[in-house]
């Protein structure tokens, strides 16, 4: 190989982005419930209206293919070049290792023709070239590159061609070794000078380095250009391969954190007469164990990251949740997510003590920010219960056991001597479905203490009753319609009256023993109204949930929390309507969630647009959702096991079935999911009936 210099060549332009330094759930929701004006005889006078600001936007990731394996990602356009524009690159634990990565071929770049992602951390580009204008309009040479989250390129040129091909090969490399923040707001800076390194290129900055090396060694290489050659000779239908990798100095591959921590779920497999279950099932699968990072401190302990590309770490009440949805997998994630967690907690005296930290979060257009601890702090001591249902080893449990009772304890603390448990940061808001997240854990909480032989002298039941009894008072808001429960409870008493997907919340009561649930906040004649509007085409938009009904002030179809389908709160509403008995308006929500996947290649993101679905239309991507999240994931594999209703009680050895009887997608059958630590098998018939296939030795079948 010859190291060449030459004159600094101009590089491609690289797009300027002016992003939101944060996700779209940081931004400043509009809260119209403001105290009283003040009379205009004692306001001051007016001051200098301030300059508006930038509006800034985050470069666009609905069109990425985004390749996953945390702590690493490749996200390129469907071209397949990295040109160093937008978001496009290698990365490596949050930094950009690569951002340029262009290959021409004879002088010309190839035209693609296909990009399709090969499974959650591979993606495959397929270009052609045709050499000369008087042999026709075929493609002489196809160009195809498999590009891996890991670093790993591998690019090779399939000839097409009758006759023997000489071509010259290039491939020009650039990095600015920008951290993904700086990437998203613009900040990433010039691309920096290379060096001839060994078999490739070397880039350095203050911060990091970075090799890429190629096999076989390139003939030629130009530092300022960044510029990689070979002379490649391919005989009539032969192919001829170069392999490139991204590798921060002084490291070696990447190994995905996830790597070998769903082993057993990979086998998991969905059959029916619906075609969509099993590739639905199976990218869920692959999403979340491609998300999965481990606790530095303790590696054996696995969690999910929220999601790729924005939120690539960890995130409590998303992560807690996550786990949740994805116990019929096992409880392996479960049981990291919970350690690492309590590693977390607020200790020491105080009102925070036991608290779970969490950042704030965007409520929508109706309400302020919401604290995730609060989320967090309660999703806890409930994953702990029904993840001992579902097969945690008791020695696990008992280590366990005293966060959870912290958890709750801090619960009772904060509520003090009232009903309702307010936000920490809102002083006297009380919302929904944080009262719903609080009676579950109140009553799943009480259920574990007693059973590991701990009295309740929180008197967490008692409570639970009073929440009860006070919410469908002063949670419902009463009219011609029928009603509807309150977003949220106002300090001076009044309710915040629009309706949000958050009340699918106010379904999931959770897992109690002998498969049986615990009660909800609603009463069955609230509950069958709630059924009815989730129903209605207000919230259904016949591709899930909107977060916001449609004729709800400040509605908005691409709003966050303000219109948007969120899928994690649409597989809520699934199960939950299932659970109640409402399958006609789960069955609609799952039909849409299903057809929505299926137009997202059953890679399902965050939320899309709660636009109405239309006779051959398709859900409108949300541009700043993440894809793969780790509760889209886990929802995937939530609402499948649903259909099934498989409620299991490990400790008492017993596992219940619940099937949705009208079976909305025919005849299905789910096989290597987890109950008890061992396989579990189970077939739902075009009848509704179930029937388990497979099942731990001694585990009994449940009336």
Not at 294 to 306: F, G, K, L
Not at 379 to 405: I, K, N, T
Not at 547 to 552: D, I, P, Q, Y
Request: hydrophobic share 40%; net charge positive.
């Amino acid at each position: 190989m010859q190291a060449r210099t030459a004159p600094p060549t101009g590089r491609p332009p690289s797009t300027s982005f002016s992003p939101s330094p944060s996700s779209p759930s940081s931004s400043p929701p509009l809260f119209p419930y403001a105290p009283t004006p003040v009379p205009p005889r004692s306001r001051p006078s007016p001051s200098p209206a301030p300059e508006p600001r930038r509006v800034r936007e985050l470069p666009p990731a609905h069109t990425a293919l985004i390749c996953v394996a945390l702590p690493a990602l490749a996200i390129s356009t469907d071209e397949g070049q990295l040109t160093g524009r937008g978001l496009e690159g290698f990365y490596r634990a949050g930094r950009r290792t690569l951002s340029r990565c262009h290959v021409r071929v004879a002088g010309r770049d190839p035209v693609a023709v296909q990009a399709r992602m090969l499974s959650a951390d591979r993606a495959r580009f397929v270009a052609t070239l045709r050499l000369s204008t008087d042999g026709g309009p075929d493609p002489e040479v196809v160009v195809e590159r498999i590009r891996h989250a890991d670093g790993t390129e591998r690019i090779t040129l399939h000839s097409a061609s009758g006759r023997p091909l000489r071509l010259p090969l290039e491939v020009s490399l650039g990095t600015d070794l920008a951290e993904v923040g700086a990437v998203a707001s613009g900040r990433a800076g010039p691309e920096l000078p290379a060096s001839v390194h060994d078999s490739g290129m070397r880039w350095s900055s203050a911060a990091a380095h970075c090799v890429v090396t190629a096999d076989p060694a390139p003939a030629d290489a130009l530092a300022s250009a960044g510029l990689l050659r070979w002379e490649v000779e391919l005989l009539p239908g032969a192919s001829r391969s170069v392999e490139l990798r991204v590798r921060p100095d002084g490291t070696g591959p990447v190994r995905a954190a996830g790597h070998g921590a769903l082993r057993s779920a990979a086998g998991a497999r969905a059959v029916g007469d619906d075609p969509r279950v099993q590739p639905l099932l199976a990218r869920s699968v692959e999403d979340l164990q491609a998300l999965l990072l481990r606790d530095s401190a303790h590696p054996a302990d696995v969690y999910p990251a929220a999601g790729a590309p924005w939120r690539c770490g960890l995130a409590p009440a998303e992560a807690l949740a996550a786990a949740r949805m994805a116990l019929p997998l096992g409880t392996r994630i479960a049981a990291g997510t919970l350690r690492t967690l309590a590693r977390t907690q607020v200790e020491g005296p105080g009102p925070r003590s036991g608290l779970i930290p969490g950042p704030l979060r965007d409520a929508g257009p109706h309400l302020p920010p919401g604290c995730t601890g609060t989320e967090a702090t309660l999703l806890f001591p409930v994953l702990l219960a029904e993840a001992w249902r579902w097969g945690l080893p008791g020695q696990e449990v008992e280590e366990l056991l005293p966060v959870a009772e912290r958890c709750l304890r801090w619960l009772r603390t904060s509520v003090g001597d009232g009903i309702f448990l307010s936000d920490v940061r809102s002083a006297g808001i009380a919302r929904s479905e944080v009262q719903a997240h609080a009676h579950r854990a109140a009553l799943l909480g009480a259920d574990l203490l007693d059973a590991h032989g701990r009295a309740d002298p929180m008197g967490l039941r008692q409570w639970a009753a009073r929440l009860r009894s006070a919410f469908q008072e002063q949670f419902w808001v009463d009219d011609r319609a029928g009603g509807r429960p309150a977003a949220a409870r106002l300090a001076d008493g009044r309710p915040v009256p629009h309706l949000t997907s958050g009340a699918a919340h106010l379904l999931d009561t959770g897992l109690l023993g002998s498969g049986t649930l615990a009660p909800g906040l609603l009463d069955k004649i609230r509950t069958e109204q709630l059924a009815r509007l989730f129903g209605g085409p207000v919230m259904d938009s016949g591709w899930g949930l909107r977060s916001l009904g449609a004729k709800e002030a400040a509605y908005n179809p691409f709003g966050h929390r303000g219109g948007a389908v969120r899928v994690q709160e649409t597989a809520v509403a699934v199960t939950g309507l299932a659970a109640a008995g409402y399958e006609k308006e789960a069955s609609s929500l799952l039909r849409g969630l299903l057809s929505a996947a299926e137009c997202f290649g059953h890679r399902l993101p965050e939320m899309y647009a709660g636009e109405q679905r239309t006779e051959g239309g398709a859900p409108l991507p949300h541009p700043a959702a993440c894809r793969p999240a780790a509760t889209a994931a886990a929802a995937g594999v939530h609402v499948l096991a649903a259909l099934a209703g498989i409620r299991p009680d490990a400790p008492a050895g017993t596992v219940k079935l619940n099937p949705i009887r009208s079976a909305p997608l025919g005849e299905l059958g789910l096989s290597a999911l987890s109950v008890a630590g061992a396989p579990f098998s189970v077939r739902v018939s075009r009848l509704g009936l179930a029937m388990v296939e497979e099942a731990a030795d001694g585990l009994q079948l449940g009336v």
